[in-house]
C-alpha cells in the first residue's frame, strides 16, 4: 500500500518506513481493543498509542471497523494457514484417524502460539473471546475468518463419525468453539474457582485438557439419535 508522502529517514526506503509503521499501529490497536473491546476504543488512541497522525489511520483503514477486521485478519489468516497444515498432515500420517487426533490438530496451532508466539497473540486470543461473544459483529467476523477451518475439522470427524448427524456435529462443535473461547478470555474465573489450582493463565495445559473434554463430547453427543 502506498504511504503518504513524508520525509524519509536516511538509508531507510519509504516501502520499509510504511511496513513498520502499519505495523506498529495494527500492534497498538490491538493491545487497545484487547484490553478496552471494539467499542471503547476510538482511532484518536490508537494514533496516539502508535506515534502517527490519526489521518493516516483513515488513510490506511477508512475507519475503525476497517482497523478491526485488519488486526483480525492479520493473525486469523496465519492461525488458519497453520490449521489447515497440521489437518492435512494429520490425515495423510494415518489410515485411522481419531476424534481426538483431529481435535488435537486443530487446537495444536494455538497451543504454538500461546507458549513461543509473540506476546501480540495472547491480546489476539482476548480479542476472539470477546468478538465470539458480540453478537451484533460476532457472528460475521467469525464466519468470515474461520468458517472453512471449522468445515476441514468437521470434515476429518466425519470420517471418524459416518453415522453422525449433521446438527450433531454442529452443537458438538459449538460446545468446543465455546471452551475455545473462555480459555482464550483468561478471565481468572478459573484461578479463583480452584483456589489457585488451576491458572486460567496457563493455556497450554487449558488446551490439552479442552482436547480431551471435546473429544469425548463429540463422540457422545454424535452417539445419540435422537
Not at 502508535?50 to 483480525?72: E, I, M, N, Q, W
Not at 500420517?93 to 507458549?115: C, E, M, N, R, Y
Not at 506476546?119 to 461473544?133: C, D, K, T, Y
Not at 453415522?163 to 454442529?170: S, Y
Request: some cysteine; overall charge neutral; proline content about 3%.
Amino acid at each position: 500500500m502506498s504511504d503518504i508522502k513524508k520525509a524519509s529517514r536516511p538509508g531507510r526506503p519509504k516501502g520499509q518506513q510504511s511496513e513498520a509503521r502499519q505495523k506498529r499501529i495494527l500492534d497498538m490497536a490491538e493491545k487497545l481493543f484487547a484490553e478496552n473491546g471494539f467499542h471503547a476504543v476510538t482511532l484518536r488512541q490508537v494514533a496516539a498509542a502508535a506515534k502517527v497522525d490519526t489521518a493516516l489511520l483513515h488513510y490506511y483503514f477508512k475507519h475503525k471497523r476497517g482497523l478491526f477486521d485488519t488486526v483480525f485478519q492479520r493473525r486469523s489468516a496465519e492461525l488458519n494457514a497453520d490449521r489447515m497444515a497440521a489437518l492435512d498432515a494429520y490425515e495423510s500420517s494415518t489410515t485411522s484417524p481419531t476424534v481426538h487426533g483431529a481435535i488435537a490438530a486443530f487446537i495444536q496451532p494455538l497451543k504454538d502460539k500461546a507458549d513461543s508466539g509473540d506476546s501480540g497473540w495472547r491480546s489476539f486470543f482476548a480479542i476472539v473471546a470477546m468478538i465470539n461473544n458480540t453478537p451484533e459483529i460476532g457472528g460475521e467476523i467469525m464466519s468470515e475468518n474461520f468458517d472453512p477451518v471449522v468445515h476441514r475439522l468437521l470434515a476429518v470427524i466425519r470420517r471418524v463419525l459416518p453415522e453422525a448427524r449433521d446438527e450433531k456435529l454442529f452443537w458438538a462443535y459449538h460446545c468446543l468453539s465455546g471452551g475455545l473461547t473462555l480459555i482464550m478470555s483468561q478471565s481468572g474465573r478459573l484461578d479463583r474457582l480452584s483456589d489457585q489450582r488451576c491458572l486460567s493463565s496457563d493455556m497450554s495445559t487449558a488446551f490439552d485438557e479442552l482436547v480431551d473434554f471435546s473429544a469425548a463430547g463429540f463422540i457422545a453427543t454424535c452417539s445419540k439419535t435422537c
